[in-house]
């Protein structure tokens, strides 16, 4: 589920102008790795921002439609 999710926020932020998101996610993924427990709960909150942020853009662009 969670790998569903990471790799649908990569494809988004590959397809995003905002090069922020990417290097975000590939912060959280390299926090993963190491298991550094300060930079993983800083990436957690940047992801949840991004997908609160993702969710916020899907919508405005339905609603557009």
Partial sequence: MIKIV???LIFFSKISPNRKILNTIQTFHH???TKK???????RIQ??????NFFQFFFIKQTLI
């Fill in 47 to 52: 992801i949840i921002k991004l997908i609160v």
């Fill in 37 to 43: 427990k300060n930079d993983t709960n800083v990436a």
């Fill in 31 to 33: 926090s993963l790795n």
């Fill in 6 to 8: 990471f790799h649908k």
